[in-house]
């Protein structure tokens, strides 16, 4: 039965993009996906009707469904799937004169062939790979794999389409070489199209946040992102930077408009904490790559507290998954990170590559609860500190944010996912 409601999902959403010819921004990558959408949409917004795929939307349900303009997954309702069918042929058989110019979609692979799969449904005229991580080995088998999935995307562009990849990420920038189609290019090395420049934590009016400029052919726009830290965030600009130039804007509208730009929720988000501390809330999702970024901004964090690394589980690493968490523990300790937490049984390598690289047991803690954790926390937490507070989704660390943020009334406008509380 599921398989057929997804079948039917598919042909309509088909349907729907033939009939409207939307042009379609396609974002791929292990890593910065959402960030590069929302960088994308705020550049875009005021000169089309654009429409970004909600929440994570970007597999076979949540694609389908921004095409069709619904913003919930009906789940195991049949009234609401009921619902969703007849929407989609009102935008089939009616005319919805306000249908989006420009459908933004983020397009995940968790398996092989799901890029393709996507594409089918909705082809894209621009297409954007942001890194290619250690994600879904599970399924992948090996980084290569991945990386052949991913610019699997570049495929589906017709001989007009234009492919914009990160140039910083090494494989990426090894394939460069090989891509037939049009291409531009974003980052910090010296030969990309878009720059990313001077990229540091800053703050200004009481506010952290990352400070970088963007350069394009000599001319160059500052740029200031508040409560968003690390340069992922300037990468996501810079990604939205290369969309709207290749698309009529100048890079002085470009800047204006990024000035909108604001960090999903458990993306290097930064949250006021207990005792005048700080959270560097990363838990929307973890591996190795992603941690590795993470951990040098709490390191180059402009503070005179203490640092403290609270990690919980990453998933879906197949076979790599004792090294990666080893990494990252000792990264940990080369980044001179005081504390150490880790909560879940695939985290014990974390607190194992940390005491192999010298830190003392004395400042290292395992907790099988995220709950319990965050609790032991609130009466260690001192004034000035910074947290990093990271894990896969299904760690659900956004517990942890919750039970030491200093207004947690706001956790359902700030967290990414429920808590109990």
Same mark, same amino acid.
């Given at each position: 039965?599921?398989?057929?409601?997804?079948?039917?999902?598919?042909?309509?959403?088909?349907?729907?993009?033939?009939?409207?010819?939307?042009?379609?921004?396609?974002?791929?990558?292990s890593?910065?996906?959402?960030?590069?959408?929302?960088?994308?949409?705020?550049?875009?917004?005021?000169?089309?009707?654009?429409?970004?795929?909600t929440?994570?939307?970007?597999?076979?349900?949540?694609?389908?469904?921004?095409?069709?303009?619904?913003?919930?997954?009906?789940?195991?309702?049949?009234?609401?799937?009921?619902?969703?069918?007849?929407?989609?042929?009102?935008?089939?058989?009616?005319r919805?004169?306000?249908?989006?110019?420009?459908?933004?979609?983020?397009? $995940?692979?968790?398996?092989?062939?799901?890029?393709?799969? =996507?594409?089918?449904?909705?082809?894209?005229?621009?297409?954007?790979?942001?890194?290619?991580?250690?994600?879904?080995?599970?399924?992948?088998? +090996?980084?290569?794999?991945?990386?052949?999935?991913?610019i699997?995307?570049?495929?589906?562009?017709?001989?007009?389409?234009?492919?914009?990849?990160?140039?910083?990420?090494?494989?990426?920038?090894?394939?460069?070489?090989?891509?037939?189609t049009?291409?531009? +290019?974003?980052?910090?090395?010296?030969?990309?199209?878009?720059?990313?420049?001077?990229?540091? =934590?800053?703050?200004?009016?009481n506010?952290?946040?990352?400070?970088?400029?963007?350069?394009?052919?000599?001319?160059?726009?500052?740029?200031?992102?508040?409560?968003?830290?690390?340069?992922?965030?300037?990468?996501?600009?810079?990604?939205?930077?290369?969309?709207?130039?290749?698309?009529?804007?100048? =890079?002085?509208?470009?800047?204006?408009?990024?000035?909108?730009?604001?960090?999903e929720?458990?993306?290097?988000?930064?949250?006021?904490?207990?005792?005048?501390?700080?959270?560097?809330?990363? +838990?929307?999702?973890?591996?190795?790559?992603?941690?590795?970024?993470?951990?040098?901004?709490?390191?180059?964090?402009?503070?005179?507290?203490?640092?403290?690394?609270?990690?919980?589980?990453?998933?879906? =690493?197949?076979?790599?998954?004792?090294?990666?968490?080893?990494?990252?523990?000792?990264?940990?300790?080369?980044?001179?990170?005081?504390?150490?937490?880790?909560?879940?049984?695939?985290?014990?390598?974390?607190?194992?590559?940390?005491k192999?690289?010298?830190?003392?047991?004395?400042?290292?803690?395992?907790?099988?609860? +995220?709950?319990?954790?965050?609790?032991?926390?609130?009466?260690?937490?001192?004034?000035?500190?910074?947290?990093?507070?990271? $894990?896969?989704?299904?760690?659900?660390?956004?517990?942890?944010?919750?039970?030491?943020?200093?207004?947690?009334?706001?956790?359902?406008?700030?967290?990414?996912?429920?808590?109990?509380?």
């Amino acid at each position: 039965m599921k398989k057929i409601l997804y079948f039917i999902l598919k042909i309509l959403a088909q349907t729907v993009v033939n009939k409207y010819q939307p042009k379609v921004i396609g974002i791929t990558g292990s890593v910065g996906k959402t960030s590069a959408k929302k960088a994308i949409f705020c550049v875009l917004k005021n000169k089309f009707r654009v429409k970004q795929s909600t929440k994570n939307y970007n597999n076979e349900i949540g694609l389908p469904l921004t095409v069709l303009l619904w913003e919930h997954s009906p789940g195991k309702n049949i009234f609401k799937w009921f619902g969703l069918f007849i929407h989609a042929l009102t935008l089939i058989f009616a005319r919805e004169e306000k249908y989006p110019e420009i459908l933004i979609l983020e397009m $995940g692979a968790d398996r092989p062939g799901d890029i393709k799969y =996507l594409t089918s449904i909705a082809k894209p005229s621009i297409a954007v790979i942001t890194a290619i991580g250690q994600s879904h080995l599970e399924f992948f088998g +090996t980084i290569e794999n991945v990386l052949k999935e991913k610019i699997s995307i570049l495929d589906s562009l017709n001989k007009d389409g234009l492919g914009i990849i990160n140039s910083d990420d090494p494989l990426l920038r090894r394939t460069i070489g090989q891509i037939k189609t049009r291409l531009k +290019t974003f980052g910090q090395n010296e030969d990309s199209d878009v720059r990313v420049l001077n990229v540091h =934590l800053a703050t200004r009016e009481n506010q952290y946040g990352t400070s970088f400029k963007l350069s394009y052919r000599g001319a160059e726009v500052p740029m200031f992102i508040p409560e968003a830290l690390g340069w992922q965030h300037a990468q996501a600009a810079a990604a939205g930077c290369a969309v709207g130039l290749s698309l009529g804007l100048n =890079l002085i509208e470009i800047g204006e408009q990024l000035k909108e730009y604001v960090a999903e929720h458990g993306r290097s988000k930064l949250i006021v904490g207990i005792k005048n501390s700080w959270i560097i809330d990363d +838990t929307y999702n973890a591996s190795p790559q992603s941690a590795a970024a993470v951990l040098n901004i709490l390191h180059d964090m402009p503070i005179n507290g203490r640092k403290i690394a609270v990690f919980g589980d990453m998933l879906e =690493l197949g076979s790599l998954s004792e090294e990666g968490h080893r990494k990252v523990g000792q990264q940990i300790v080369e980044l001179n990170i005081d504390y150490l937490f880790v909560i879940g049984e695939r985290s014990r390598d974390i607190a194992r590559g940390a005491k192999e690289a010298g830190m003392i047991e004395d400042k290292i803690y395992h907790f099988a609860f +995220t709950k319990e954790a965050g609790l032991f926390l609130q009466d260690r937490i001192k004034e000035d500190d910074v947290i990093l507070v990271k $894990g896969s989704r299904g760690s659900k660390m956004e517990q942890v944010v919750y039970e030491i943020m200093a207004n947690p009334w706001e956790s359902k406008e700030v967290l990414v996912g429920p808590v109990d509380k």
